[in-house]
């Protein structure tokens, strides 16, 4: 029965011959793991100065935005937008994004994950993760509809988006989620821009403590996600974009993610900028030489065969 349903919102995706777009429930089934029976928050879109924030996710989905038809490299993107863990920059951390991955003829999917509440959820700091997991796995299911690659399907994460995209890359064999097949949930390349990274030293606090909760003081679960700390030989790729006057998340995130990267021999690039601070995304014009990570992103990616 899930198969057909996600047979047919996935038809409906790919009949669009030129850009397409559609939302697949994760959990479409409604067993969605970790809620509370019968609680409930009404999810809240608003835009202010030209960001869009959503709140108080409880439904959690991927849009996805399809390339051209005959355009696509068959490599695919899962974007994980920032915000603390307690909105989600869904405007220029996710659609603005999925429409340059398509642009390069890369499929795009914009995870709208639940943010932890303990009003709606129990064990908070383990439902994002359980989302970004179910999404990847979607995603490698329906492959061939899609016109992607299973070997080739990446993830992207902004601020505390990077955070889950680099718990996603580092936990992926870890967790009920992952107990049945680690390879499905495993990305294959990851993309971290202005990234939370640690719950330790240089920790972006209202990340960490929005995540763990009452839990926000362990000292079992600070280690856990801090996740240079848990970079293996079995990390993917990864591309890391930070400025060295982010106010916000100290760049420190990003040095020690990509030292740990080297460490265990893991293919890392790193690429620095002295201004930008925080939360640009692709809105770079006004940065200098910040301008030219989407091209550097680009240029790597083709090193990865995601991109001809």
């Known amino acids: 029965m899930r198969t057909l349903f996600l047979a047919a919102l996935f038809t409906t995706v790919l009949t669009s011959p030129i850009y397409s777009q559609e939302v697949i429930r994760l959990w479409p089934d409604g067993a969605i793991p970790n809620a509370i029976a019968g609680a409930q928050l009404t999810e809240k879109s608003e835009v202010g100065d030209g960001i869009l924030r959503i709140s108080n996710v409880s439904v959690p989905t991927i849009t996805a935005y399809l390339p051209a038809t005959g355009k696509g490299t068959g490599a695919a993107v899962m974007i994980c937008p920032g915000g603390g863990y307690s909105i989600l920059a869904s405007g220029h951390e996710g659609e603005d994004v999925a429409r340059w991955f398509n642009e390069m003829g890369v499929a795009a999917f914009v995870l709208k994950y639940r943010l932890p509440d303990d009003r709606i959820m129990t064990n908070q700091h383990e439902v994002p993760l359980m989302d970004a997991m179910q999404g990847m796995k979607l ?6 509809r899609l016109g992607v690659d299973p070997r080739k399907v990446g993830v992207m994460g902004f601020s505390a988006g990077g955070h889950l995209a680099s718990t996603l890359a580092t936990h992926f064999n870890r967790g009920s989620q992952a107990s049945d097949n680690g390879a499905q949930v495993r990305p294959d390349f990851a993309i971290l821009l202005y990234p939370v990274v640690t719950f330790g030293d240089k920790a972006h606090g209202g990340s960490r403590d929005k995540l763990l909760g009452k839990l926000k003081t362990s000292p079992d679960m600070i280690t856990y996600y801090s996740n240079e700390l848990q970079v293996t030989s079995q990390t993917p790729p990864t591309f890391l974009v930070h400025s060295e006057d982010d106010k916000a998340v100290p760049v420190e995130n990003s040095i020690n993610y990509y030292l740990a990267c080297l460490k265990n021999g893991v293919s890392a690039e790193m690429h620095l900028y002295p201004t930008g601070g925080h939360g640009y995304g692709l809105r770079t014009a006004k940065f200098g ?20």
Not at 139 to 144: D, G, L
Not at 289 to 299: H, M, Q, V, Y
């Open 139 to 144: 995603i490698r299911q329906n492959a061939s």
């Open 289 to 308: 030489s910040l301008t030219t990570w989407p091209e550097t992103c680009k240029a790597w990616l083709t090193g990865l065969g995601a991109v001809k």
